[in-house]
């Protein structure tokens, strides 16, 4: 979601562009770059699906798709949401620059948290990657509702009437973001379980080699 222009304090936006920073640092090595085109067609639909948005006070409700993102890429999450809100700010006046680190955090670090909570029943696959999908999907949008919630209401307390909307707003883009998440898992998971069986960016996880006695 896009927190606007002029809203936070100081040390908000310096605690966001910090985490942001730090993030974005951690993606870009842990990325393979062999796998750069499925990096941007993630970060394509998260531009994309961001894109339709309904002003709410100082932020505002739309699609996020950062569970997705979060479950498949994992720390290259990071690398990826920033140029999307980049390209949203400068094209579109979505967000700001001055805000643009407080907004990735937001988005990033619970798509993060869901992955790493969630990628062993991920890998398993069957109902199991469905359900940590869904999980997945909601949870993420939910912990992004929640930080930029903080995010306002630690820069002023006359936001948080803003910072509840912010939360309740969300929960119709939770419910529908985790099935579209359960649905797409479900799929990558029958037909193309390398990709949700990988390490943290694009390393595959080693497989065991059995050595004879």
């Known amino acids: 979601m896009h927190i606007s222009e002029g809203v936070l304090s100081a040390p908000v936006l310096l605690a966001g562009g910090g985490v942001s920073l730090l993030g974005t640092w951690v993606g870009l090595r842990r990325l393979d770059y062999d ?52 390209l949203q700010a400068l094209l579109f006046q979505f967000g700001g620059i001055t805000v643009l680190g407080v907004n ?32 997945g999907g909601a949870g993420a949008v939910l912990g992004t509702a929640l930080m930029a919630a903080l995010s306002v209401a630690f820069t002023d307390e006359g936001f948080a009437d803003a910072a509840r909307l912010i939360v309740v707003a969300h929960v119709p883009v939770m419910l529908i973001e985790g099935f579209v998440t359960m649905f797409a898992v479900g799929a990558l998971a029958r037909t193309h379980p390398t990709i949700l069986g990988l390490g943290d960016g694009f390393r595959p996880a080693a497989s065991k080699e059995v050595t004879p006695c």
């Not at 990735?104 to 990657?129: D, E, I, Q, S, W």
Request: hydrophobic residues 60%.
């Open 35 to 86: 796998h750069l085109i499925t990096a941007a067609t993630l970060a394509s639909a998260f531009f994309v699906g961001s894109l339709v948005h309904v002003p709410l006070g100082p932020s505002s409700v739309h699609l996020l798709l950062n569970g997705l993102l979060g479950m498949i890429l994992g720390w290259a999450a990071f690398p990826c949401i920033l140029v999307a809100l980049l």
């Open 104 to 135: 990735t955090m937001n988005v990033a670090v619970p798509a993060l948290l869901c992955r790493f909570l969630l990628a062993g029943h991920v890998r398993a696959g069957g109902r199991r990657a469905a359900v940590a999908g869904f999980l």
